[in-house]
T-cell receptor
């Protein structure tokens, strides 16, 4: 079974631009979560989607948004990029079982550099 | 607000040693706890998942325990190897089930 895939793997953008990152979860996983990882702040939760609905959102400004499609693929968008948005963006997928949310599986991440 | 702390921040041991990594959390109302390893510049690899109703999980040389009442989890690594060198992260998923809170990790170096 294929793992979580994220595209692109690396991205360089200029301040003020916007960017869209993509995540394809493991087949059968309907929950997708996004995280931002920086050396100073560690891993921080951005948002989580399940069946095309945002269920949870972290403490990030409205410039960060996301969506999930009917095939469970998810995208996140960052508008008006700032230097501080430079980070590794990680996506994780989970499956719901009879007992609820299971293990999180992470993709390799997208390394975003804002200049 | 859930806070997760991992101690120590860094650990260096000789090959073959048994070791314990610690993870503590402030809110015991958790859904599950998961241990990951992360190699430099890479994504996270899941090691063990412990549901809130469980006390421990084992996989090969790894054993993770969970004590919800005291807000602690430990990851025991037996007979460490240089390939175990990585950053180990614990993540607590609260009863608001979609959100996980991560610790800052323990960076482990196993010297040959």
């Amino acid at each position: 079974k294929a793992g979580v895939t994220q595209t692109p793997r690396y991205l360089i953008k200029t301040r003020g631009q916007q960017v869209t990152l993509s995540c394809s979860p493991i087949s059968g996983h309907r929950s997708v979560s996004w995280y931002q990882q920086t050396p100073g702040q560690g891993l921080q939760f951005l948002f989580e989607y399940f069946s095309e609905t945002q269920r949870n959102k972290g403490n990030f400004p409205g410039r960060f948004s996301g969506r999930q499609f009917s095939n469970s693929r998810s995208e996140m968008n960052v508008s008006t990029l700032e230097l501080g948005d430079s980070a590794l963006y990680l996506c994780a997928s989970s499956i719901y079982s009879g007992t609820g949310l299971g293990e999180q599986y992470f993709g390799p991440g997208t390394r975003l550099t804002v200049t | 607000k859930q806070e997760v702390t991992q101690i120590p921040a860094a650990l260096s041991v000789p090959e073959g040693e048994n070791l314990v990594l610690n993870c503590s959390f402030t809110d015991s109302a958790i859904y599950n706890l998961q241990w990951f390893r992360q190699d430099p510049g890479k994504g996270l690899t899941s090691l063990l998942l412990i549901q809130s109703s469980q006390r421990e999980q084992t996989s090969g040389r790894l054993n993770a325990s969970l004590d919800k009442s005291s807000g602690r989890s430990t990851l025991y690594i037996a007979a460490s190897q240089p390939g175990d060198s990585a950053t180990y992260l614990c993540a607590v998923r609260g009863t608001n089930a979609g959100k996980s809170t991560f610790g800052d990790g323990t960076t482990l170096t196993v010297k040959p």
